[in-house]
């Protein structure tokens, strides 16, 4: 779980404050807004300009309201980014089995059962969309405790997929950083370099081909284009599939050595 903090205090989180918005004397709530809305419209706009094009009063103007308007809803800007964050984690969908409602009597894991690799295969395949979907994800992860309903709904189910592993109880949190690790890390290259492209204004394919020619003749990029010759016909998707499949499997593998050594 990530966590940030200020210069000289402890960042506070939107889920832990019990605190109403400010409101000015004779301000009135604005009409047909709410914080649906609102979210959306946050995460529609950090979709499109990402971090650095984000504000308040930007995001008021997209709303068609003023400024303190939205802060009938929201103390801070800070708020409304881990509220934004957590709507997103809320994308994820979850293992049915893993999804199941807290305090419901677990079932025994059987072989019948859900297969964990399967689950967690889902599970990784669902937050690495969801981080390629949103690139401003990735830093805000790093900025926020992240501890809202949506994200330990998937807190929740990873552990629960882990705990089916039949992995002892005291190596769950580590076989889970690892692959938490690994996906946020794979994902945040992944979404910057389509955003990149996006920005360019070409494909992935032709800004892979345009780097990979301009370091022909450059000696030291001999052993990276030695490996890259075995995906010589491959898209860039494809390759990048590939390679997160192959590196979850080891990583699944790991997992199964960890708990079946003696």
């Not at 669902?126 to 330990?152: C, D, K, T």
């Not at 992944?190 to 920005?199: I, K, N």
């Not at 990979?212 to 491959?234: C, I, L, N, Q, W």
């Amino acid at each position: 779980m990530a966590t940030g903090s200020r210069a000289t205090h402890p960042r506070s989180s939107v889920w832990l404050s019990e605190r109403k918005a400010p409101k000015r004397k004779g301000d009135q709530q604005p009409v047909g807004l709410d914080h649906v809305k609102i979210i959306a419209a946050t995460v529609r706009l950090l979709d499109a300009e990402g971090l650095a094009g984000f504000s308040m009063r930007r995001l008021a103007a997209d709303l068609g309201v003023t400024a303190m308007s939205v802060y009938w809803y929201v103390e801070t800007k800070d708020q409304l980014l881990e509220l934004a964050l957590d709507a997103c984690m809320g994308e994820i969908v979850l293992p049915a089995e893993a999804a199941r409602p807290a305090g419901e009597p677990e079932q025994p894991a059987t072989d019948e059962g859900p297969d964990w690799r399967e689950q967690l295969r889902q599970l990784t395949f669902e937050y690495r969309q969801v981080l390629v979907r949103h690139p401003w994800l990735s830093p805000l992860l790093g900025e926020y405790f992240n501890i809202g309903p949506n994200a330990m709904a998937f807190s929740s189910a990873a552990q629960r997929v882990m705990r089916h592993s039949g992995l002892p109880h005291e190596k769950i949190t580590s076989a889970l950083s690892l692959v938490y690790q690994f996906v946020y890390g794979f994902s945040t290259i992944e979404g910057r370099y389509s955003a990149l492209c996006r920005t360019l204004g070409v494909t992935q394919d032709e800004l892979f081909r345009e780097v990979m020619s301009s370091v022909e003749d450059r000696p030291e990029f001999d052993e990276s284009r030695r490996t890259m010759e075995a995906s010589r016909g491959y898209t860039v998707e494809e390759m990048r599939e590939r390679e997160f499949t192959l590196a979850l499997d080891l990583a699944i593998a790991g997992i199964e050595a960890l708990r079946d050594a003696p």
